[in-house]
Each structure stands twice: as C-alpha cells, then as structure tokens.
C-alpha cells in the first residue's frame, strides 16, 4: 500500500547519526588494467571487488579516527577542540591572494571528477564523473563538472576562433568572439545529463556510488546569446528552416541536429560563460551550445558553425550512436529528451551510518520537460512514500534539490526516490522501464535508484525485482 504522509520533523531529544563517506579513487593502475582483462572476458564484478576492499580499508582508518570522537560531548566534559586553542586562533593566517585564483581546502582533496576505469579504451575519448554524493545545492563547481569528450579537450584561442552561421540563410555570418561577447546576453541555470548516464545499470548493479552510477550530470548558470538572434541576423528563413546543424572545431568532428521548435523558444544559446567566469576548456572554451533538456551530446563543445536546413542530417553521432536499442530489434533515433529523474545522494553507495538517528534524506531531481512538481521518497523499497521538501529555488530544466528527515533505527531499509514533473510525467521503476525498453540499452535510462541500507550502516547499490 502506498501513502502519502507529510515529513515530520525528528524529536529534538535524538542524536543526529553520523555519516562516513564512500572510498574515493579506489582502484590504482594495475585495478584498472585487471578491469579491462576482465570485461574483456564478459565480466563485470572486478569493480565492486575492488571497492568493497577499499571500503573496508577506509573503515578501519576511520574507525580508528573516530575512536575518541563519538558523537558530541555535553558541556563540562572538557573537549580538546574546545579547551585548547588551535594555530590558527593564536597566530597569523597565509596572506591575502597568495593563489591568484582560489583553490579548494586541502582537506576536501579528494573531491573531485574521476573517470570510470574500463568504461572507454582511450583516455581521449572517455568520460569522467562529477561526486554527486560531496556536493550541496543545486549548482555544480565548474572545475567538478562532469566531462565527455569524442577526442579530448582543448584550450583555444579565443582571439582565433570563429562562429559561422549559414546554410538557409540571407546572409552568411561569420563572428568573432568579441563580437559575440558585445551583443546582449542572458544568463540561465540549466543541467546538463549525458545520454549515458546510468547506462551501466540497464543490464544488473555495475557499480558502487552515485558518484559513478549518476555521475555524467551537472548544473551551472550558462551566459551567452539566444541562437535564434545570431540567425535572425543572418537572414534565417524561419518558415523552411526545420532543424540546424552544430558543429564543434574538435577532431572529432562532433555534429548535431537540433530542432527549430527549440531555436524559435530562445532556449537555446551559444553559451561563452559558466558560473560567473568564461567556460572552462574542458567545458567547451570559449564556445558551446547550450540545449536545455537535451542530451549533453548536443551541447556541442568548441562550437564554430550553425547551418540551418529543412531536414535532420543524420550524422554518424545521432544516426549510428546515441540510439536506442529496443526489444524488437529497432532503433530509436534522436530521442533527445532528458525524462524526469532523481537520485539519493545521501546516503548513497559506498556511504556507511555510523549511528541509529536522526539524517536529512538528500538528492537531486530534474526534468528536461519543465520544472519538477514533486518528490517521493521511500525507506521500505516502495511499499510506502513521503513527499520530500522541494528546497528552492526550483527553475525550469534545472536540478532540484529535495530533503527528507528520517530516523533509521538501524534495521536494514532501501531508500529511493520518485520523482514527478510539472507534465505529470512520474519517474519509472527499473521494471517498468525495462517492460518497454529491454536490457540491451545504453542510453536514457531514467529507473528509479535503490540503495539498501545494512544493518551494520554500510550502503549498497540494488536493484528491485
């Protein structure tokens, strides 16, 4: 039976439980070329291995931390942290802009995007993941946004690069950055999901934390110009003209057909600045499409031609990659669209409880429909839902962030999350979406996430029969 209950808030009188964050960068060079001998063998289950040894090497370091520091002390126990005054209460801190451009703090060091060992054979055309699980709000660092590349990234001059504009047009355009960078702009936060994400779990449970799991997904303030005001300066004839091609200056000759449905709404621009700071290299620097809603693959990186036509192009990135394999054997093209979609990420895989409690349930949730309406979250594997509190602000094709108080009791439970978009669209089971889609996918998979929650505190990646 399902139920609809209101979050309550937790009795004052317990203790917050104490949360030990999942293992990073848990497998070294050799890990990664076992990873790539075993999966070419049809092998999947050296990953976790190794993350499981690692979770266990972690836990006896923290535990042994964490040994005189059990929850918090009452008044007039004499707390060291307290009672002694540290270095930096009794002396003179580093001067002022000592690094020209600020750097995170060494204790968060291991906070970063890290690549999937064994998901790509080269390192230039891979992926890397953003640690979803580390990050609070809604908006993504720019130096932790999630990358992928078809044939690595660049730094270019922005002095020497060049914007075209043509195909169906009056007159051709050719623009500069500096041109580009004087005409009236806008600034919108939007996220942006890989159409891989979470591929690796259509088959079975491929890996541990939401870091690897939902990790090609960001969200930043993109500034730029509305793609439709660079054609309507080239004469566009809005009437024939049905999609446009992108096309990015990288190797990788990456180009992708994009509605005029899209174009004509303003939604979508050319984007030069991330965050407040020109784009990062890695993101596109110093030109990308922004595509609200749509798969990263069509946020063209390195962005120099727009060509206007009547007809998709089918180039080999959306006629041969990026399509859905279905059960009966056909493919589905340019499904493009991003469903609505959530994720735990606290707590999530490779996480441990530390203590019976109180915990803020936390995640993300986002539609590239429109704005999300609701999430539902659940602790017994579905039987029963609450709705979460939706944290402000909510935008539209954006990550929202939700919050939910529960206290575990220290019996096993499996959390996850539902969410609903302002369509009405309700994010799928992984049964359910399998009963259209198969197991042979690789990309939009859009399942609800489960991670059970042992006994002994340790979270684990499941999937629901």
């Excluded at 990873?35 to 006896?60: L, N, S, T």
């Excluded at 197991?439 to 991670?451: E, P, V």
């Amino acid at each position: 039976m399902m139920t609809d209950i209101q979050p309550q808030a937790a009795p004052a009188s317990l203790e917050r439980g104490r949360l030990r964050k999942a293992p990073e960068h848990f497998l070294d060079a050799a890990g990664i070329r076992s990873v790539f001998a075993e999966g070419k063998q049809g092998r999947r289950d050296f990953i976790r291995k190794a993350f499981a040894g690692a979770a266990a090497a972690g836990g006896a370091v923290a535990a042994a931390a964490q040994g005189s520091n059990q929850g918090s002390k009452a008044v007039g126990e004499g707390d060291p942290a307290i009672l002694n005054l540290p270095a930096h209460s009794t002396g003179l801190g580093q001067p002022v802009a000592t690094d020209g451009y600020g750097l995170p703090s060494q204790y968060e060091a291991n906070v970063q995007r890290r690549p999937s060992p064994g998901l790509t054979q080269t390192s230039q055309s891979s992926v890397s993941f953003a640690p979803l699980q580390s990050l609070f709000g809604i908006v993504t660092p720019s130096g932790l946004h999630f990358e992928r590349h078809h044939q690595g990234w660049w730094d270019i001059d922005p002095a020497q690069h060049r914007l075209m504009v043509n195909g169906m047009v009056k007159t051709p355009k050719v623009f500069t950055m500096d041109e580009l960078m004087r005409l009236p702009s806008v600034s919108r936060f939007h996220f942006i999901e890989c159409g891989a994400n979470t591929g690796m779990e259509w088959g079975n449970v491929a890996v541990p934390t939401c870091q690897y799991s939902h990790g090609m997904l960001s969200c930043s303030e993109f500034t730029g110009v509305p793609l439709i005001t660079l054609l309507e300066m080239a004469g566009a004839d809005l009437k024939a003209g049905k999609f446009v091609l992108a096309e990015g200056a990288d190797g990788s000759s990456m180009t992708r057909t994009i509605p005029m449905e899209l174009v004509k709404s303003g939604q979508v621009l050319v984007a030069y600045g991330q965050n407040g700071e020109m784009l990062r290299p890695e993101n596109g620097y110093p030109l990308r499409l922004v595509v609200p809603g749509v798969q990263g693959v069509s946020w063209v990186k390195y962005l120099r031609r727009i060509e206007l036509g009547d007809q998709p192009w089918a180039t080999k990135d959306e006629a041969i990659h990026y399509v859905d394999l279905l059960p009966d054997g056909q493919h589905r093209q340019y499904s493009s669209i991003q469903e609505c979609k959530s994720v735990i990420t606290t707590p999530s895989g490779g996480q441990v409880l530390l203590d019976k409690g109180f915990y803020n349930i936390t995640g993300l949730a986002w539609s590239g429909r429109g704005k999300v309406k609701k999430v539902d979250v659940s602790v017994d594997g579905g039987r029963n839902w609450r709705t979460a509190r939706l944290e402000t602000p909510v935008l539209d094709r954006c990550l929202t962030r939700f919050n939910l108080d529960w206290v575990w009791d220290g019996k096993p439970a499996i959390v996850m999350s539902r969410a609903t978009d302002e369509t009405g669209y309700v994010q799928p089971s992984m049964r359910q979406l399998r009963a259209v889609r198969g197991t042979r996918s690789i990309y939009h998979n859009n399942a609800i996430q489960s991670w059970l929650v042992q006994e002994n505190g340790e979270v684990k990646n499941v999937q629901l029969s």
